[in-house]
């Protein structure tokens, strides 16, 4: 099975900074990559898909790249509601398997 | 607007079963491939299993950790998926989400396979 592995596991930021985690697959992935945002006791909440596509109504200020085995999510200009744990998740094929997390305190 | 409730969650000693639902709102099941995700406490998201729609058969998909112990099945007259757990393991401990998959037509392409709506969650621990 492709394993996803992202980096780092946690990181601090201070409002109006620009964040970038990182998320590698095991094998190529092509560009069947999603990204989530989950904050304390809630479900996840969908940001991005197929690597770069920004899920409705979420702020432009996430963005997502990359192909293959690397991928990126950046948020520009970090706001106070944006502190939470992100997820990656890749959806090319079974087991839909996601990266271990990366906390932006 | 889109819904998903879950409920059924408890305490269940190892070996016993447990079923879980989740109400959904605001669609019809039916036209959505349907999964189950879980978290154990103070860990990252796991994959469960998939129901697809319909048009696809209604079949399923598990992951390895679950599969032949698990089962995800649907009622349409009550617009409710389910998650059949047997054989409990310690470490099925977690929260269990249902969540929809974004894919708008009758067939699924991986470019739109991921998670658009999710429930709020139903806590399952296994303990004697």
């Known amino acids: 099975d492709i394993q996803m592995t992202q980096s780092p596991s946690s990181l601090s930021a201070s409002v109006g900074d620009r964040v970038t985690i990182t998320c590698r697959a095991s094998?190529?992935?092509?560009?069947?990559l999603a990204w989530y945002q989950q904050k304390p006791g809630k479900a996840p909440k969908p940001l991005i898909f197929?690597?770069?596509t920004l899920q409705g109504g979420v702020p432009s200020r996430f963005s997502g790249s990359g192909s293959g085995t690397d991928f990126t999510l950046t948020i520009s200009d970090i706001q106070p509601e944006d502190f939470a744990t992100y997820y990656c998740?890749?959806?090319?094929?079974?087991?839909?398997?996601f990266g271990g997390g990366t906390e932006v305190e | 607007e889109v819904q998903l409730v879950e409920s059924g969650g408890g305490l269940v000693q190892p070996g016993g079963s447990l079923r879980l639902s989740c109400a959904a709102s605001?669609?019809?099941?039916?036209?959505?491939?349907m999964d189950w995700v879980r978290q154990a406490p103070g860990k990252g998201l796991e994959w469960v299993g998939r129901?697809?729609?319909?048009?696809?058969?209604?079949?399923?998909e598990y992951a390895a950790a679950v599969r032949g112990r698990f089962t995800v099945s649907r009622d349409d007259s009550k617009n409710s998926l389910y998650l059949q757990m047997n054989s409990l393991k310690t470490e099925d401990t977690a929260v269990y989400y249902c969540?929809?998959?974004?894919?708008?037509?009758?067939?699924?392409?991986?470019?739109?396979?991921?998670?658009?709506?999710w429930g709020q969650g139903t806590l399952v621990t296994v303990s004697s």
């Open positions: 969540a929809r998959v974004y894919c708008r037509g009758p067939s699924c392409p991986w470019s739109e396979d991921y998670f658009d709506s």
């Open positions: 605001g669609f019809t099941l039916g036209d959505r491939y």
């Open positions: 129901l697809r729609n319909k048009a696809n058969g209604d079949t399923t």
């Open positions: 094998q190529g992935i092509g560009n069947y």
């Open positions: 197929a690597a770069s």
């Open positions: 998740q890749k959806h090319d094929n079974y087991p839909l398997t």
